[in-house]
């Protein structure tokens, strides 16, 4: 499976984010191994919005991004989705949820890994039982970046992308984050969006910095 960027452009208010972005992204490298990928740029460079375009979220102004199966067959924007799982600041939590309530929902809609049920979600995110039954809309901003972190890593998709991951993360969010990706990543592609170097240096192997015209090994 690979992502096409053809002289893709993203334009907000009359001002280029950024434009004429080529690029073929392998979700599967030639070695076989799973492609490890840091997208960078400083704020304001177009990261988020590069991921939301990858994902299929947001369209570019000029452009085209195209998804290719394992047979090089064009997959339709509609099932971009059944093959990512993100993580983004940006992204919302159905927040009249309670937390068993979305895991369930989540679970139906995206699924996540065999071993993983509520009780695991809960010993890793460091919440307590009665946090199940809480709606969502009472959690911090920083336990709700867990549950979107945990939403992604302890999926089954075949790529994840994560748009700057440590974002109200205190250290021990940010030790959850380094275990969910050292011990339920496993095989899958990854694309991290960062200016953080803590975020991605341990491991993604290729970077890709906003306004480059070719992905380059570190």
């Known amino acids: 499976m690979y992502i096409t960027l053809d002289n893709c452009g993203k334009n907000y208010h009359r001002s280029w984010l950024f434009r004429g972005i080529h690029l073929h992204i392998p979700i599967q490298q030639e070695d076989q191994t799973a492609l490890r990928l840091a997208v960078l740029g400083a704020n304001g460079a177009g990261k988020s919005t590069f991921t939301l375009m990858l994902a299929g979220q947001t369209d570019p102004t000029e452009g085209e991004i195209s998804w290719h199966d394992g047979q090089g067959k064009a997959l339709s924007q509609s099932r971009w989705h059944e ?5 983004s600041p940006g992204m919302e939590l159905p927040e009249e ?10 679970g139906k809609i995206k699924g996540f890994q065999p071993r993983v049920s509520m009780d695991v979600i809960l010993d ?18 920083g336990m709700k970046q867990r549950v979107k972190l945990c ?3 302890l999926g089954r998709q075949p790529l994840v992308i994560l748009d700057e991951p440590l974002t109200n993360l205190d250290k021990a969010g940010n030790e959850l984050y380094q275990w969910l990706l050292t011990d339920f990543l496993g095989s899958r592609a990854l694309i991290i969006a960062s200016n953080r170097e803590d975020e991605w240096a341990d491991h993604c192997t290729l970077k890709y910095s906003i306004g480059d015209t070719l992905i380059r090994a570190i």
């Open 83 to 87: 093959f990512i799982a993100l993580a």
């Open 97 to 106: 949820f309670t937390l068993s309530e979305w895991f369930e929902f989540h």
């Open 124 to 141: 890793l995110c460091g919440f307590s039982q009665t946090t199940r039954t809480k709606q969502i809309l009472t959690f911090s901003s």
């Open 151 to 153: 939403a992604a890593l």
